[in-house]
Antibody, heavy 114, light 107 residues
Framework: VQLVESGGGLVQPGGSLRLSCAAS????????MSWVRQAPGKGLEWVAN????????YYVDSVRGRFTISRDNAKNSLYLQMNSLRAEDTAIYYC????????WGQGTLVTVSS | DIQMTQSPSSLSASVGDRVTITCRAS??????LAWFQQKPGKAPKSLIY???SLQSGVPSKFSGSGSGTDFTLTISSLQPEDFATYYC?????????FGQGTKLEIK
């Protein structure tokens, strides 16, 4: 199982960023997929997840309406579109497999700063 | 939201010791609880799911127990590589939530 995130970087407040997670080593279309973040020096925060076929999606309140999780099973890829970014969204963003987060990627750093 | 409270927040122990970390949920979550280990600068690693099931490849020195609101992670015979931060997470109700973490340090 391998999960590789990309797309992080420095963005100004109010800006947008799209994260990607490339999955391999398992049947991607058979699993829920999740995003989890960790602000610098802080604990873990679950952000969102999406069912195998995309028919169910859930978000933490702090990102609902600003972030959109999606997936492309043909490309074995998970995405997180982040709009209206705030300083408090600064974190390492991890993708993880399943609802119990059995496997994690290495993370991608998102920094929101002017 | 379900609040997850870990205790202690930090713990000093010696190589060879057996330690127990507790995680309490603010409401019942059945057995929908996972435990993770995180070392500095690394991604979290899954240890336990469904409260007591060992993740593939994780040594049996790690064990989990509990159901409802009270859960424990026990690590036996501590080795230097076990010193890390440990998190619990509930996946019974949305939004999923984590405990604040327990930092296990070498005495």
């Amino acid at each position: 199982v391998q999960l590789v995130e990309s797309g992080g970087g420095l963005v100004q407040p109010g800006g947008s960023l799209r994260l990607s997670c490339a999955a391999s080593g398992f049947t991607f279309s058979s699993y829920w997929m999740s995003w989890v973040r960790q602000a610098p020096g802080k604990g873990l925060e679950w952000v969102a997840n999406i069912k195998q076929d995309g028919s169910e999606i859930y978000y933490v309140d702090s990102v609902r309406g600003r972030f959109t999780i999606s997936r492309d099973n043909a490309k074995n890829s998970l995405y997180l579109q982040m709009n209206s970014l705030r300083a408090e969204d600064t974190a390492i963003y991890y993708c993880a497999r399943g609802q119990a987060l059995a496997y994690w990627g290495q993370g991608t750093l998102v920094t929101v700063s002017s | 939201d379900i609040q997850m409270t870990q205790s202690p927040s930090s713990l000093s122990a010696s190589v060879g010791d057996r330690v127990t970390i507790t995680c309490r949920a603010s409401q019942g979550i059945s057995n929908s609880l996972a435990w993770f280990q995180q070392k500095p600068g690394k991604a979290p690693k899954s240890l336990i799911y469904a409260a007591s099931s060992l993740q593939s490849g994780v040594p049996s020195k790690f064990s989990g127990s509990g159901s409802g609101t009270d859960f424990t992670l026990t690590i036996s015979s501590l080795q230097p590589e076990d010193f890390a931060t440990y998190y619990c997470q509930q996946y019974n109700s949305y939004p999923f939530t984590f405990g604040q973490g327990t930092k296990l340090e070498i005495k």
